[in-house]
């Protein structure tokens, strides 16, 4: 539960104090910007190139979870024939905050089990590791 709250709110899945993107989700041109390190604890938010690619499985998985959900619901209450224009008109409302829950589902479960170490120890000892 204690993870819950850091989560909702885009901080860092190491401390939960620094921010995790460097704009406000209402800036929808730059709402995805994702800052390089946790201003507080310095963890690396993309410990390697590409890292984030994997957000789109997680952001795919969601549009496909809120389509079935939503179509089901339209189904039952008898609105289905409203379904093709209500689910579009929803994911495109909702998708800013669709996208940086997949990048946040990449920091808070993929980061610390490919990347224990650097997830455990931080940023700095990673590379003082490395170069040594």
Same mark, same amino acid.
């Given at each position: +539960?204690? *993870?819950?709250?850091?989560?909702?709110? @885009? *901080?860092?899945?190491?401390?939960?104090?620094? $921010?995790? /993107?460097?704009?406000?989700?209402?800036? /929808?041109?730059? %709402? @995805?910007? &994702?800052?390089?390190?946790?201003?507080?604890?310095?963890?690396?938010? =993309? $410990? =390697?190139?590409? %890292?984030?690619?994997?957000?789109?499985?997680? &952001?795919?998985?969601?549009?496909?979870? +809120? &389509?079935?959900?939503? @179509?089901?619901?339209?189904?039952?209450?008898?609105?289905?024939?409203?379904?093709?224009?209500?689910? $579009?008109?929803?994911?495109?409302? &909702?998708?800013?905050?669709?996208? *940086?829950?997949? *990048? #946040? #589902?990449?920091?808070?479960?993929?980061?610390?089990?490919?990347?224990?170490?650097?997830?455990?120890?931080?940023?700095?000892?990673?590379?003082?590791?490395?170069? @040594?």
């Amino acid at each position: +539960m204690s *993870r819950i709250l850091p989560f909702l709110n @885009s *901080r860092c899945p190491r401390c939960g104090k620094g $921010p995790v /993107f460097k704009n406000k989700i209402l800036s /929808f041109k730059k %709402f @995805s910007d &994702t800052l390089d390190e946790c201003p507080k604890c310095h963890l690396d938010y =993309e $410990p =390697e190139t590409g %890292f984030f690619f994997g957000a789109m499985y997680w &952001t795919y998985a969601m549009l496909v979870g +809120m &389509t079935v959900i939503m @179509s089901v619901a339209m189904y039952f209450l008898g609105y289905f024939d409203y379904a093709m224009y209500a689910i $579009p008109a929803v994911i495109l409302f &909702t998708l800013p905050w669709v996208f *940086r829950f997949g *990048r #946040l #589902l990449m920091l808070y479960i993929v980061y610390p089990l490919m990347y224990k170490d650097q997830f455990q120890h931080g940023v700095r000892d990673h590379h003082l590791h490395n170069n @040594s």
